[in-house]
């Protein structure tokens, strides 16, 4: 006689499913609704607010301002968070036992403490709050996350391919471009996804030390959030939950390569 199999487990993990993603698709569908008010009822199928959205030159403007700080950011982040990585991985001395705890706190501190300490000390150093300050408080948090990605990408590398190309002739640069960089590359590029993200998605940190014309996109979100819940921002959520999806499908999909040189 067959045990029945208990349906606990699925009906845990589909109520956690129906949790998570209800909310998103009836913001979903929502966005296709031309009613001027979110839950004001179905009144039939129509892209208004995606055309709205593309005419909106604030929105535009916002968004322009997060990808350059999201895409810069990131760049320095990705240099930054390799280093890091490695100055990690190679050494075990004291001095880099510190470097790593302070890579693994950086990211269980809250953002609201972080925003206010960057603006004090920006404050403090007299700097003129804008995208610049912007750009410094990202790469702050987004470097951590960087240099955790590469260096789980490490525990695989295998240096004897080092030693190998070193015993061939190869000089640093050779081994760099067509050794280490090929070995690590999925991580490097799982994190800068990861890095950039983030960035985009910030609005706590980035709310504390944004300045005049210099707003970003979930700060205007926030903006528009606090004059009522336009039914543009249904359309602007679901671009982003998909841009989301997209990036987060990358990142597993990379972080799950081994050894396989993608360049």
């Not at 966005?31 to 005419?55: A, C, D, H, I, T």
Request: proline content about 3%; charged content about 10%.
């Amino acid at each position: 006689m067959k045990k029945c199999k208990s349906k606990i487990p699925f009906l845990i993990t589909a109520g956690i499913m129906l949790l998570f993603y209800l909310p998103m698709l009836v913001v979903a569908v929502d966005s296709f609704n031309p009613g001027r008010y979110s839950g004001s009822g179905w009144n039939g199928f129509s892209m208004r607010w995606y055309v709205k959205l593309v005419q909106d030159q604030d929105v535009i403007s916002a968004l322009i301002n997060s990808l350059i700080i999201g895409l810069s950011a990131t760049a320095a982040a990705v240099i930054l968070g390799t280093l890091a990585a490695f100055a990690i991985h190679l050494y075990t001395d004291k001095v880099q036992k510190v470097h790593r705890l302070m890579i693994i706190t950086q990211l269980g501190i809250p953002d609201i403490l972080m925003g206010i300490s960057l603006l004090l000390f920006f404050i403090s150093l007299k700097m003129e709050l804008g995208l610049f300050t912007i750009f410094l408080a990202h790469v702050t948090f987004c470097t951590s996350f960087v240099a955790m990605t590469v260096l789980a990408r490490l525990q695989d590398f295998d240096f004897s391919t080092v030693e190998a190309a070193r015993d061939l002739g190869a000089g640093w640069t050779i081994i760099i471009r067509r050794v280490i960089i090929p070995q690590i590359a999925p991580g490097i590029i799982a994190g800068a996804l990861l890095a950039f993200t983030i960035s985009i998605d910030d609005f706590v940190i980035t709310y504390f030390v944004y300045g005049p014309g210099s707003t970003t996109l979930s700060v205007y979100i926030y903006s528009m959030m606090k004059h009522g819940t336009p039914v543009i921002i249904n359309a602007l959520s679901v671009i982003l939950i998909i841009v989301t999806f997209i990036m987060a499908y990358a990142i597993n999909k990379l972080m799950s390569r081994k050894n396989e040189n993608i360049i």
